[in-house]
């Protein structure tokens, strides 16, 4: 093969290493963004269950309050009741006495709900609070994992950095100013494996005589459609007796 096509073939390799490397790096806040918002949203659900068992609880203690009303106005009438003249004043004070003992029954009736809602909601906030703890842990753990990431693809981008460096200046110039001109315009893409006649980045036939010699990998040849430096990589052979399909 061609010296300076086997480095150009190496030396995509490392781009595309390092381009891949930078990519991950590049993606840190966005994955640091993502570990917040499934923190956020576990905290959201805490505070909202927080946010009920206090209105379920405010609610019981104004129904509590009622109940201490009544119950004064109960208390009243009992003791106007020992006072009464007359047969009309007793059963009015009856009929007082009465709607007040079953207001009292019936706020206390639902301060009984409000016991059991806030017996509901109390587990539901321990539920929400432990999914909290737990997701807190698995966003701590996944942090780590990512900070180790990070270094090693610091680490590794290094490498591939200083192994292009010294890639690059075993390369003819005119040929790797090629490589960097189609690289820059095809997206860090420069190299183009020529397979069955076809580019196989662009997809395009080529002509005949161009895949024939791309064949030899003896030379520097671009495809006529995408610009891409073609090389080919030759099939292992078919086994002793095997089919060619095989």
Same mark, same amino acid.
Do not use: W
């Given at each position: 093969?061609? @010296?300076? !096509? &086997?480095?150009? %073939?190496?030396?995509?390799? /490392?781009?595309?290493?390092?381009?891949? #490397?930078?990519?991950?790096? +590049?993606?840190?806040?966005?994955?640091?963004?993502?570990?917040?918002?499934?923190?956020?949203?576990?905290?959201?659900?805490?505070?909202?269950?927080?946010?009920?068992?206090?209105?379920?609880?405010?609610?019981?203690?104004?129904?509590?309050?009622?109940?201490?009303?009544?119950?004064?106005?109960?208390?009243?009438?009992?003791?106007?009741?020992?006072?009464?003249?007359?047969?009309?004043?007793?059963?009015?004070?009856?009929?007082?006495?009465?709607?007040?003992?079953?207001?009292? @029954?019936? !706020? &206390?009736?639902? %301060?009984?709900?409000?016991? /059991?809602?806030?017996?509901?909601?109390? #587990?539901?906030?321990?539920? +929400?609070?432990?999914?909290?703890?737990?997701?807190?842990?698995?966003?701590?753990?996944?942090?780590?994992?990512?900070?180790?990431?990070?270094?090693?693809?610091?680490?590794?981008?290094?490498?591939?950095?200083?192994?292009?460096?010294?890639?690059?200046?075993?390369?003819?110039?005119?040929?790797?100013?090629?490589?960097?001109?189609?690289?820059?315009?095809?997206?860090?893409?420069?190299?183009?494996?020529?397979?069955?006649?076809?580019?196989?980045?662009?997809?395009?036939?080529?002509?005949?005589?161009?895949?024939?010699?791309?064949?030899?990998?003896?030379?520097?040849?671009?495809?006529?459609?995408?610009?891409?430096?073609?090389?080919?990589?030759?099939?292992?052979?078919?086994?002793?007796?095997?089919?060619?399909?095989?």
């Amino acid at each position: 093969m061609n @010296k300076d !096509l &086997e480095g150009l %073939i190496a030396l995509q390799r /490392l781009d595309s290493q390092a381009d891949e #490397a930078s990519r991950r790096l +590049a993606d840190e806040p966005k994955r640091q963004q993502a570990f917040e918002a499934r923190l956020e949203t576990a905290r959201a659900h805490v505070n909202e269950n927080k946010a009920r068992l206090t209105d379920s609880q405010n609610a019981r203690r104004e129904i509590e309050k009622e109940v201490a009303v009544h119950q004064g106005r109960l208390s009243k009438f009992r003791d106007q009741l020992m006072a009464v003249k007359t047969n009309v004043e007793y059963q009015a004070m009856q009929k007082e006495i009465e709607f007040a003992q079953k207001e009292i @029954k019936a !706020l &206390e009736d639902t %301060i009984l709900e409000r016991m /059991l809602e806030g017996d509901d909601l109390t #587990a539901a906030l321990k539920k +929400a609070e432990s999914e909290l703890a737990a997701e807190q842990k698995a966003v701590d753990a996944e942090q780590r994992a990512l900070s180790a990431e990070l270094g090693q693809l610091r680490t590794t981008l290094e490498r591939l950095t200083a192994e292009r460096k010294t890639l690059v200046g075993s390369l003819d110039p005119t040929v790797f100013a090629t490589f960097e001109s189609v690289s820059r315009r095809r997206h860090g893409i420069a190299m183009a494996e020529a397979r069955d006649g076809i580019c196989t980045i662009c997809h395009v036939r080529l002509r005949p005589q161009i895949f024939n010699t791309v064949l030899r990998n003896e030379q520097i040849l671009q495809c006529d459609s995408c610009q891409r430096i073609l090389y080919y990589v030759p099939r292992p052979p078919t086994p002793t007796g095997a089919s060619p399909s095989a």
